[in-house]
């Protein structure tokens, strides 16, 4: 479960590149989305605005787009 910030950890071939990250509730509602640098191979993006519940994170990846689900709870 996430609380604050999601800890996102990339493949090295994707360091030094801008990632769009998407997330969208369960219904498939786009909730936020966020422009990440990605100077190293891991970032971590805030989600303390999102309530309790499930959400699905979605980026491109030189493999294609790649998707994760997450739960945040309070």
Do not use: C, W
């Not at 493949?11 to 498939?28: A, C, H, L, P, W």
């Amino acid at each position: 479960p996430v609380n604050q910030s999601l800890t996102l950890v990339f493949d090295e071939k994707m360091k030094n590149s801008t990632q769009k990250i998407r997330i969208y509730n369960v219904f498939g509602r786009l909730i936020k989305q966020e422009e990440l640098e990605l100077n190293q191979s891991e970032a971590k993006m805030d989600v303390s605005e999102l309530d309790s519940g499930y959400y699905i994170l979605q980026f491109n990846s030189p493999e294609g787009l790649h998707t994760e689900r997450f739960f945040v709870f309070r």
